[in-house]
């Protein structure tokens, strides 16, 4: 019998009414005294709860059991064996516990690791971002500014004057093809062919003749004949196509990695990974070698596809979606997810203008007639004509409701007749000069992601997210 509070015999020993365990007197009264209640189980605890033990003081001989030698022997085999179980249950409980901290050091020395990769990757980024300088523009926090602006070199500065003047000259006096698409033709187009195409979730397209290049999100690409109606040749982008450009004899694609990858005759001659984030646009400049894109790293980045280089970049206050080169050269024009379409010159990448559209900016166009851009929001159901030659609220021209969100927008060359395509169908807008009116020639059903026009016009050529291209024209 030991005491609860010692761990000894007691000398004058008392019981917890309470717990049933065994106290020395004086040690008990004491801890009640401080605390006012049991140390065993910390429950309320007076001395009234204290019950006192009295044993006989008269010593009891040992059993006759133990008074003979084999007695002994199986008193100690008894002992022996409670002895060996204990260790046996101390070795078990060491071997557990020697587990439990192979399996804490383990995870302890995985977090050190994941904790060193975060801070590696975070210095880095802090790097990365510290050579792009920020500053405020203006004292109201609209826009931003980013030092570092590169402007074009001399000689594509030059190419930039020339190619400017050459078209705006050549524009004024050019009369609309004799043989250009009507206004009659296009309400009679039809679909004249439609065929599914192996690009999985296709999300661009652009046309050069009576060819179609498709991108999709796969990294999957296809050159299709219009034509022929059917696939001449698939690309292995190997990378998801956000957008789809065809220039002369190159098919350009930019990737959700960022990268700008340059195909000719289905082989891949060149790649440009200046984008830190998702390449979300590609433009050609009309002089045929400059080539623009923009990104989810608010990046503008020009290059020349002639030395296969970066020439020109600069950053804006927000992400970047979709981009065009005017007719003439000389402005580019960015669409951001802050939903405002913002104007630079080509030669200094200097912003001269923003047209807010109020949501992220779907897709834009600028017509032939050099004097509108066309774009569209996320989401919205109508296209905004803006007037390049006014600013505010006058720069709107006109606001077309196509009847179902737009994806697409393509203006043909002449300039009279605009195209869009989204999930609820196809619409082509006309604006006739001579009256000043807008009027709408065409609607159908077909699903777009996107849409073109084909040889002078007679062609509607248009890709859906499944990868099937439908062809709409006159039937012969």
């Known amino acids: 019998m030991l005491c609860g509070i010692s761990g000894e015999a007691p000398q004058e020993p008392v019981v917890s009414k309470k717990s049933g365990v065994v106290y020395e007197k004086r040690l008990i009264e004491q801890y009640i005294n401080e605390h006012g209640t049991e140390p065993s189980s910390g429950h309320a605890l007076t001395t009234d709860d204290l019950l006192a033990i009295h044993s006989s003081r008269i010593v009891r001989p040992r059993p006759p059991t133990l008074t003979s030698i084999p007695a002994l022997l199986a008193t100690f085999q008894n002992e022996w064996d409670a002895l060996a179980l204990e260790t046996y249950n101390l070795k078990e409980q060491l071997a557990r516990t020697r587990e439990e901290l192979a399996t804490a050091l383990y995870q302890h020395d995985a977090a050190v690791r994941v904790i060193a990769r975060l801070s590696r990757e975070r210095d880095e980024a802090r790097d990365a971002l510290s050579k792009i300088s920020v500053t405020e523009a203006t004292a109201n926090g609209e826009e931003m500014a980013v030092d570092t602006v590169e402007g074009l070199p001399e000689a594509l500065a030059a190419l930039v004057d020339e190619t400017h003047q050459t078209l705006s000259k050549g524009r004024k006096k050019r009369p609309t093809p004799p043989e250009w698409v009507t206004s009659e033709d296009i309400s009679a187009f039809d679909t004249q062919s439609s065929n599914s195409v192996p690009v999985a979730q296709a999300s661009s397209l652009d046309v050069e003749g009576s060819y179609a290049a498709l991108g999709g999100l796969k990294g999957e690409a296809a050159i299709y004949s219009v034509d022929a109606d059917q696939v001449e040749r698939q690309v292995p982008v190997g990378e998801p196509v956000t957008d789809t450009l065809w220039t002369g004899s190159r098919v350009i694609f930019a990737t959700s990695q960022g990268s700008i990858k340059v195909y ?211 039937k012969n």
Request: aromatic share 8%; charged share 15%.
């Open 264 to 474: 000719e005759a289905g082989k891949e001659t060149g790649s440009l990974t200046e984008h830190s984030g998702p390449a979300t646009g590609l433009s050609i400049h009309p002089g045929g070698d400059i080539l623009g894109s923009v990104g989810a790293d608010k990046a503008v980045i020009f290059y020349s596809l002639s030395e296969m280089k970066r020439v020109s970049r600069a950053y804006t206050d927000a992400s970047l979606t979709a981009c065009a080169f005017h007719p003439d050269g000389h402005i580019f024009a960015a669409g951001t997810t802050s939903g405002v379409v913002k104007l630079f010159m080509t030669k200094t990448l200097e912003n001269v203008a923003t047209f807010p559209l109020g949501a992220p900016v779907q897709a834009l166009t600028f017509s032939e007639n050099g004097f509108w851009l066309a774009a569209t929001a996320k989401g919205q159901t109508t296209v905004t004509i803006f007037d390049l030659r006014k600013e505010g609220d006058a720069a709107v021209a006109k606001v077309l409701e196509t009847g179902g969100a737009v994806q697409s927008v393509s203006w043909d060359y002449t300039g009279q007749f605009l195209a869009t395509g989204g999930a609820s169908g196809i619409t082509v807008q006309q604006y006739t000069k001579s009256s000043k009116k807008w009027s709408e020639p065409f609607r159908n059903s077909v699903p777009a992601v996107a849409v073109r026009w084909g040889v002078e016009g007679k062609k509607l050529i248009a890709a859906n997210g499944e990868g099937v291209v439908t062809v709409l024209g006159v």
